[in-house]
């Protein structure tokens, strides 16, 4: 799919870039400047509270890809959305790591009490729910659902809070000091400690539970959100999960 940029007079599309696995993403240039336009599928109220999010947590300091608004101020034409290009390289050293995670825990500080995105589930809510965003326990072969709910279990209470969902180092653009949260498509409400379930494991993180069982929380995670919509994918990562569970 190739999005309509004609909302943001003077936007001329280049290339795809790599990476957005779900949507589209594209590099595009107005005069001197680049930008990055992604196609969003979200609905329009899920997708209203992730860029509610992103004003947020820019007006508190938090590095984020901000908007760039259409000609009339719209932020999104039909779910096409445009941000500046960000400069920088996936986390590599220990320094960057340490960054991102001092980000995302910004991220939760600062998001106490968030809502929930509309028709999204929290980690927690999943435990008696069957569908939440992506996820579709009911669509899961037999005793998966429960196995990953057990996994959840595990997770130490603590209160909610907006977190990425998908925080890695292909969502992450380090320039000097400064790192760059990008890509908030799988953004919600749920307990903070699993947006560090997939930093490497060397790397420090302030969760109060075995690194082990964080890390197979969020192998359950990516299962349950990717069933319906990366089958292969999510078929690998549970046969992963089985085997970390002895299951």
């Given amino acids: 799919m190739v999005p309509d ?11 795809p870039l790599s ?3 779900r949507n589209p993403v594209f590099l595009a240039r107005r005069g001197s400047e680049r930008f990055v336009v992604r196609v969003s599928g ?10 509610d999010l992103l004003d947020h947590l820019a007006a508190h300091g938090v590095a984020v890809a901000e908007i760039v608004a259409a000609d009339d101020g719209r932020r999104d034409h039909g779910g096409v959305l445009v941000h500046p290009f960000v400069p920088g390289r996936p986390p590599s050293t220990a320094d960057d790591w340490r960054r991102v995670v001092a980000a995302a825990a910004a991220v939760h500080r600062c998001t ?3 809502p929930q995105r509309p028709g999204f589930a929290s980690s927690m809510a999943l435990l008696t729910a069957a569908r939440g965003g992506d ?5 899961l072969p037999d005793g998966a659902a429960e196995l990953i709910r057990d996994c959840w279990r595990r997770l130490p209470p603590a209160p909610p ?17 400064r790192v760059t949260l990008i890509d908030w498509d799988e953004s919600r409400v749920d307990v903070p400690w699993l947006d560090f379930a997939h930093l490497p494991e060397d790397v420090d993180v302030p969760v109060p ?3 082990a069982h964080l890390v197979t929380a969020g192998v359950a995670w ?3 959100t990717c069933w319906v919509a990366e089958p292969e994918y999510a078929a690998r990562r549970l046969a992963e999960l089985r085997a970390r569970t002895g299951h």
């Fill in 209 to 211: 539970m075995d690194r």
């Fill in 5 to 15: 940029v004609s909302a943001w007079r003077g936007l001329d599309l280049l290339e």
């Fill in 19 to 21: 990476g957005g696995a």
């Fill in 161 to 177: 809070a907006a977190v990425h969902g998908d925080l890695g180092a292909g969502n992450v653009l380090v320039d000097g000091e």
């Fill in 222 to 224: 990516e299962v349950a």
């Fill in 42 to 51: 979200r609905p329009a109220p899920a997708l209203t509270w992730e860029l």
């Fill in 135 to 139: 996820v579709d326990l009911a669509a």
């Fill in 112 to 114: 106490p009490n968030w």
